[in-house]
């Protein structure tokens, strides 16, 4: 089955400075991969997708990078805001909403 | 806001039990999916329901079951109750086209099995 995982368990940044966040998928069959945010006590929040026949996608503030190749997600966040600490998850989907979760990276950002 | 409730936030219950978990999804989404998520670790995908019959089921017993009425609520069971059950357990709704794939979480039930 599909795996998805991430390189770093804890990203601590400055505020103001850009954020990279990496994760890994097994199963190139994904047609469709998502990065969600997840504050405490909540539950996961969109922040952007990608399908699989792109390369980059930007949104505000946020860039997400699919190298397929090497089987390599990538979210940047710029300039990091307080408000963005949280922990990410990425996330992928190859049989229609059924989404396979990685383990989450939690960004710390100090002010 | 998301428009995905659900109910109750927070149970206990023993070991043995059943519990019922419940969801209400956003206006207009037909499909929902319901998501277990141990602490400190990624959701993982029990099942989801599209238009009231079961569309798809991840590695979870069958003492794990659902199901979706017709305005799209949904309700998650769980029998007999372990202590690996504990989790906060997260319904996911979306609208069901291959238009859009996001998928708006609620806020989730935090289960603890003692």
């Known amino acids: 089955g599909e795996s998805v995982g991430l390189h770093l368990p804890t990203l601590s940044v400055q505020e103001g400075d850009n954020s990279i966040i990496n994760c890994a998928y097994s199963?190139?069959?994904?047609?469709?991969f998502i990065w969600y945010k997840q504050e405490s006590g909540k539950g996961p929040q969109f922040i952007i997708d990608?399908?699989?026949?792109?390369d980059k996608r930007q949104g505000q503030r946020v860039t997400v990078l699919l190298n397929k190749t090497v089987k390599h997600l990538s979210l940047q966040i710029a300039a990091t805001q307080p408000g963005d600490s949280a922990v990410y998850f990425c996330a992928g989907d190859n049989a229609g909403n059924m989404l396979t979760f990685g383990g989450g990276t939690r960004l710390m950002v100090k002010p | 806001e998301t428009g995905v409730t659900q109910s109750p936030t927070h149970l206990i219950k023993t070991r043995g039990q059943q519990v019922t978990l419940r969801c209400s999804s956003q206006s207009g989404h037909n499909t929902v999916s319901w998501y277990q998520q141990a602490l400190g670790q990624g959701p993982q995908f029990i099942f989801q329901?599209?238009?009231?019959?079961?569309?798809g089921r991840g590695n979870f017993p069958p003492r794990f079951s659902g199901l979706q009425f017709p305005n799209y609520s949904s309700e998650l069971n769980v029998n007999a109750l372990e202590l690996d059950d504990s989790a906060l357990y997260l319904c996911?709704?979306?609208?069901?086209?291959?238009?859009?794939?996001?998928?708006?979480f609620g806020p989730g039930t935090r289960l603890t099995v003692t």
């Open positions: 329901y599209y238009r009231e019959e079961e569309n």
């Open positions: 990608i399908r699989s026949n792109m």
């Open positions: 199963n190139s069959a994904s047609d469709y």
């Open positions: 996911a709704s979306s609208p069901g086209t291959s238009e859009s794939y996001e998928q708006y």
